[in-house]
């Protein structure tokens, strides 16, 4: 139960027959709890399939994939949709914020789908703003947010079903170099109050910050690579 993500053989391939494109060739990961990993590789390189995976946004052709325990390959959507609203907390280059909707409301949305009470989604909304840092924009819409601010709502968010894992795909993609320097330290904060994060990636000076970094390239995971000390 220690380990968050567990996949064996995984394998992704689009298309049929002279068609297929082998997205994944048999991928072998673990990521134990609390850990800070760096998903890194060039385009095509199949990470952004393999995220997809893990985040139970896609199913894999063969091979088994278990998310905190539960065995999710070959399950339906319905089913996966489940699983990825209690279990994953994502966040996206882009923020994907609801741009008519407050910001505490934004962050309440996750638990409002998981049948959270409306008196204990607003206390646990404003909550994750505090933890966030942005605990006066409450009230505020996207809109008049910057984007460091609009990407620490996403980590709000991300995190209002206390999930077992966060995803982030390039979550600094975005942001001017200061901007993003400051999100990737509240991420490495996050990790240090006990939180799984993966965090995907194509510079590897981001992928330097993570405990440990995991490195893809035409569907196959090279040797992790530990951190220096």
Do not use: W
């Not at 923020?95 to 607003?122: D, I, Q, S």
């Not at 809109?143 to 609009?150: D, K």
């Not at 996050?190 to 993966?198: F, I, K, N, P, S």
């Amino acid at each position: 139960m220690d380990a968050v993500i567990a996949t064996r053989g995984l394998t992704k391939v689009f298309g049929l027959n002279g068609n297929a494109v082998h997205a994944l060739r048999g991928i072998d990961l673990e990521v134990r709890r609390g850990e800070f990993v760096a998903l890194v590789g060039p385009s095509g390189s199949g990470k952004s399939t393999l995220m997809a995976i893990l985040g139970c946004l896609d199913s894999p052709t063969d091979g088994t994939y278990a998310l905190d325990g539960q065995a999710v390959e070959g399950l339906s959507g319905g089913a996966l949709a489940r699983i990825r609203n209690e279990k994953v907390g994502f966040v996206f280059q882009t923020y994907n914020l609801l741009p008519k909707a407050t910001v505490a409301r934004n962050v309440e949305l996750p638990m409002l789908y998981a049948g959270v009470g409306g008196r204990e989604r607003r206390a646990r909304a404003l909550e994750l703003l505090e933890k966030v840092g942005i605990p006066e924009k409450a009230g505020r819409l996207p809109a008049e947010l910057s984007g460091g601010q609009r990407q620490r709502v996403a980590i709000a968010r991300a995190l209002a079903n206390r999930p077992a894992l966060l995803l982030a795909d390039e979550p600094t993609g975005a942001l001017d170099s200061k901007t993003g320097a400051e999100v990737l330290a509240l991420f490495r904060d996050l990790h240090a109050q006990g939180h799984t994060v993966v965090l995907v990636t194509h510079d590897p000076s981001i992928a330097a910050l993570a405990e440990r970094r995991v490195e893809l390239h035409d569907g196959l995971i090279r040797l992790p690579e530990a951190k220096a000390a």
